[in-house]
């Protein structure tokens, strides 16, 4: 049977593909409720996030950076920095980004966020769905990247 969070993705994800082909970014979806989305940089560089959406809506997605050569998850050497949300520790700093939060991630930088109350949070801003997730890391890649979190 298929779950409420895997339908609620699956409708999501739709869209997520749409707005990848029309912006050039590559897209691999690894199972119902995971998925690799390449994006550029203003350099050149693609950047590629493993995002799992295991509870969304309830809980956000977890943003990780990745590798899609060797499989590797959250090495600095894929990793941006710089921008509003490319926090030093190597986790997008955002509440629809469940690694952001202490409590679940030792990276995390917050404490003070309530995780199961993200959509909430003024930090979130627009961003209630993976599609606009998505625009806002692609954004911050064009505009505010300042290269890799480690050599």
Not at 23 to 46: C, H, R, S, Y
Not at 67 to 87: Q, S, Y
Not at 108 to 130: F, R, Y
Request: glycine share 8%.
């Amino acid at each position: 049977m298929t779950s409420p969070a895997a339908l609620l993705v699956k409708v999501e994800l739709d869209a997520l593909k749409e707005n990848a082909g029309l912006m050039g970014w590559t897209f691999e979806e690894i199972d119902d409720l995971t998925f690799v989305l390449g994006l550029p940089a203003k350099d050149g560089v693609t950047y590629h996030l493993r995002v799992r959406c295991d509870g969304y809506s309830a809980t956000p997605p977890a943003w990780h950076w990745c590798n899609p050569a060797t499989g590797k998850i959250d090495d600095p050497r894929d990793t941006p920095r710089g921008g509003n949300f490319f926090h030093p520790s190597g986790v997008i700093c955002a509440p629809w980004n469940r690694l952001a939060y202490t409590m679940v991630d030792s990276r995390g930088p917050h404490s003070d966020w309530e995780i199961g109350v993200w959509q909430n949070n003024p930090h979130t801003k627009a961003c209630h769905s993976l599609s606009a997730m998505a625009l806002r890391i692609a954004h911050e890649l064009t505009k505010k990247y300042e290269g890799r979190l480690a050599a």
